[in-house]
């Protein structure tokens, strides 16, 4: 769909549900993210929130979005935030340090600085009360990373690849 007929689509869909007059505003201001699509799976409408979170821009960008694919040779793009293994999700390090990650959806680990090298050591660490599963380990504020809260002991989810292999003093 172009935006004339998405936004023709959404005039419809309001005519017929006046409370809805203002749910595109309502829509654009919420501070979570909002991506509609049609049975299609056509996208037609994506908002700030949602663009800030997944860094999926409108359709409006995708001309500036393809130049620079084909000017530019791209490495990596995007954020991989976690994966599903089993009807389970393991949140994965980048979504930790990313800059849009929502800190308050997360439960903070805070440790001092031994805890925090013993940690990017992949080490263990002690183990907090917690009441989620979990924890988005912080220094000073700082995220370092995740570990899983398994009630008697926590796991350890620092990439082995970038652990600390000296002792630090």
Known sequence: LTADEADRLFRQVVSRCPRLVDFREVCENLY????ITDGEGTVL??????????GILPAAHAPFIETLG???RILYQGCEIA????R??????????WQGLNRDACTPYPVELPAALA?????????????????LVTYRGIPLGWCKH?????NNYYPKEWRIRMQAP
């Open 32 to 35: 979570d993210g909002i991506h």
């Open 45 to 54: 409408f994506i908002n700030q929130a949602y663009t800030r979170t997944t």
């Open 70 to 72: 084909s000017t530019l």
């Open 83 to 86: 994966e599903a293994n089993n």
């Open 88 to 97: 389970k999700i393991k949140l994965l390090h980048p979504a930790a340090l």
């Open 119 to 135: 940690y990017l050591r992949k080490e263990d660490l002690p183990v907090p009360p917690a009441p989620t599963d979990w924890l």
């Open 150 to 154: 398994l009630g008697t002991r926590l």
